[in-house]
Structure formats: C-alpha cells, structure tokens
C-alpha cells in the first residue's frame, strides 16, 4: 500500500557509478531523477579521488537535472562555496571536516544553493539538533564514503531513526538523505527509518534501463516512507 506521495521521495543517482569519459550520455539516461548526486574526493577527506569544480562546472552545463553535490573533501569552509556560486541546486559538505558549519550552511543559502551537511556512519548526529533550521538537507552516509559499490550498513538506521523523530518534534522540514548500498533490496528499511531523499550509484548506473530503476527505487520508498 502507498503510504507517501511519490512527490516528495527524491531519487539522486550518483555519477560514481557512470562511465566518466561518457558523461553527457550516462547524464541523458537519468532525466527522470531529481537530482543528479555528485561526489567531489580529494584523496585527504576521503582516500579516493575524483575531480573538482571545472568538471562539477561542465556538468552543471550538461545536466538535464539539478545538482546534488557531495563534498568529501577536507576545509569545505574554504572550497564549498565555489560549489554554489557555479550553480550547483544543492551542496552537502560533512560535519567532521568542516571548521564553522552552521556559518558554512548560511553561506551558501546566501550563494543560492541549498544547504547540506553529512555524517559518516560512527558520527553522532546530536549537535545538529538544535541548528535543524540552518540546513536544507542532512545526509546519514550508510557506507564509509569514498568507494561506490559498498554494502549497506543497516546500524545507520537507529541514528537516522532519531534525527527523523527529533525533526518532526520540531516541525522541520529538512530532507533526510542516505547515500551508500541503496538499492531495491535495502531502500524499504531506509524509508522506513525516515528517509525521504535516496542516492544510488551502482543500483541505477547498473541496470539496462536506468530510468526504470530510478522508478522502482521511487515506488519502494514511497510505499515505506511514513
Ligand atoms: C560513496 C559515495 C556514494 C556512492 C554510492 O562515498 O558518497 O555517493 O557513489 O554508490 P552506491 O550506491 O553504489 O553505494
Ligand atoms: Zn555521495
């Protein structure tokens, strides 16, 4: 039984998972996400790489979607911003590396972007109770970030659990976002937990029609989400 309207179930495939030097393609074959999830490495933060604002700023000028940008990158005080001020809709920088993040998140509202903050899977997501309002979007990371292709960790879930509790206490209406393993084995009990905002790489990019797993993946967590 549907229990949400898909409508407000976001579905943000990450770029991870396509084939880089078949960028434009890979991006047509998505036209039916809402978000196009971007996760920028700088082998510090993260012991992988990817690349930086000159191929964020390509895909911005290719996408048919907007961006939902992934920063795994040490002192996004100092780099997050450029993010917005290329037209990214959307920049998530993590709580551990971040020296100011409440002032970072106004920073790019200010840019024009909206606001995100992630948390690897051990880091506790307490301190951002009382600044739920600063943010656009918080992402509970399922996996330990920087590979695509991990397995789920379900002990994620008690943590996104209680930011989804504290969220509706307190009237918010922040998006709660997972990012690792998700797919049509694990998005039920993701949404279930509260999410409402899914990134999937190989789950998309993997399949023949990427577009028909997006609308899978869509109709899963909208029957779960509550
Ligand atoms: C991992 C990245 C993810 C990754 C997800 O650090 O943040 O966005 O691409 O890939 P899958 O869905 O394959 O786990
Ligand atoms: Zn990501």
Do not use: C
């Not at 996104?160 to 998005?187: C, F, K």
Request: aromatic residues 6%; charged residues 20%.
């Amino acid at each position: 039984m549907q229990r949400h309207d898909e409508d407000s179930i976001r579905i943000n495939p990450s770029i991870l998972a396509a084939d880089f030097v078949n960028m434009q393609a890979e991006l047509a074959r998505i036209d039916g996400a809402d978000f196009v999830h971007v996760d920028v490495m700088d082998n510090h933060f993260v012991p992988n790489l990817t690349f930086g604002p000159q191929m964020v700023e390509r895909i911005q000028a290719t996408s048919p979607v907007p961006l939902d940008v992934h920063l795994m990158i040490t002192d996004p005080d100092r780099w997050a911003p450029g993010y917005a001020e290329l037209g990214a809709a959307s920049v998530t920088f993590h709580l551990e590396a971040a020296a100011e993040p409440v002032a970072l998140a106004r920073r790019l509202r200010e840019i024009g972007s909206r606001a995100g903050v992630a948390v690897k899977p051990g880091t506790p997501v307490e301190s951002l109770f009382d600044h739920l309002g600063e943010f656009d979007q918080i992402l509970v990371m399922t996996v330990e970030p920087g590979f695509g292709g991990q397995s789920f960790m379900p002990d994620t879930m008690p943590k996104l659990r209680l930011l989804a509790d504290e969220a509706r206490r307190r009237g918010s209406s922040v998006w709660l976002q997972v990012d690792g393993g998700i797919g049509e084995a694990t998005i039920a009990q993701a949404a279930e937990a509260g999410a409402d905002t899914f990134v999937a790489g190989s789950a998309v990019f993997g399949a023949g029609d990427p577009d028909a797993a997006i609308r899978g993946l869509r109709g899963l967590a909208a029957a779960h989400h509550h």
